[in-house]
């Protein structure tokens, strides 16, 4: 069972890892920063799934990643580590938020990529 206390280092932890201030990530997510932090510092129990939501925009993760963080749902990777990832749709998708290095990919970076990889030879044909 995942715990407040639990929850609340690992969003720390993430957000570290990416090298966000508690600031930024709030504001990626609309929230408040005293909210974020009560968060992390388990000073605040487990919110809802909205608010997952923005926190998981705020950390640029996905949805699924925060909902398995906070317990609500299974880690579908690791049922399936062989399942099937398209590039081009997740680049094309912008409902995704995607990033490097700790910067978004804007439309015209995704676009860019996009021309590239079509670019490379087919797989099959190796």
Do not use: C, W
């Amino acid at each position: 069972m995942v715990t407040k206390e639990t929850f609340g280092s690992q969003l720390k932890k993430i957000r570290e890892i990416k090298g966000f201030t508690v600031r930024q990530t709030a504001m990626q997510g609309h929230i408040s920063p005293a909210y974020l932090s009560q968060i992390e510092n388990g000073n605040k129990n487990i919110p809802k799934v909205e608010t997952l939501y923005k926190i998981a925009s705020g950390l640029r993760i996905s949805n699924d990643d925060i909902l398995n963080l906070a317990g609500i749902t299974k880690n579908k990777s690791a049922e399936t580590p062989s399942a099937h990832i398209d590039l081009g749709e997740q680049l094309e998708n912008t409902d995704i938020l995607l990033s490097f290095e700790g910067k978004d990919l804007s439309p015209k970076y995704r676009q860019a990529i996009l021309s590239v990889l079509k670019t490379l030879p087919d797989a099959k044909n190796d």
